[in-house]
């Protein structure tokens, strides 16, 4: 229900899979994670439109450890303390004509 949760619910999946894999080396689990703010559509059981698709593409386009934010979520976020983000360039956004500037958050 807002920018700073769901960074924080990223930021404890990837710790979450950091730990796992550090416990079973042989079985590493690599997750990145993409968070964007928008309007939704609803449609049925499920949800639509530019927001999710950006959303979506930021995860498919995050590494293993990586959270890629939007410059909405960064702002949204913007008063609470956040870890340092840096500025992803070049990313582009399969289907997303004017894509947003994106962040990029360690979380290892």
């Known amino acids: 229900d807002s920018a700073r ?13 950091a730990d796992e894999s550090a416990r079973q080396p042989d079985r590493p689990i690599r997750v990145g ?3 964007h703010a928008g309007e939704p559509i609803a449609d049925r059981d ?10 979506a593409r930021l995860a498919q386009s995050a590494r293993a450890g990586e959270i890629l934010v939007s410059d909405v979520v960064r702002a949204l976020a913007g008063g609470a303390r956040l870890p340092e983000m840096t500025l992803r360039e070049g990313l582009v ?6 894509p947003p500037r994106v ?4 979380a290892e």
């Open 5 to 17: 949760r769901a960074v924080d619910c990223a930021l404890g999946i990837v710790r979450a899979a």
């Open 46 to 55: 499920d949800y639509v439109g530019l927001a999710v698709n950006v959303a």
């Open 103 to 106: 962040y990029c958050l360690k």
């Open 33 to 35: 994670l993409g968070i």
């Open 93 to 98: 956004l399969k289907g997303v004509n004017d």
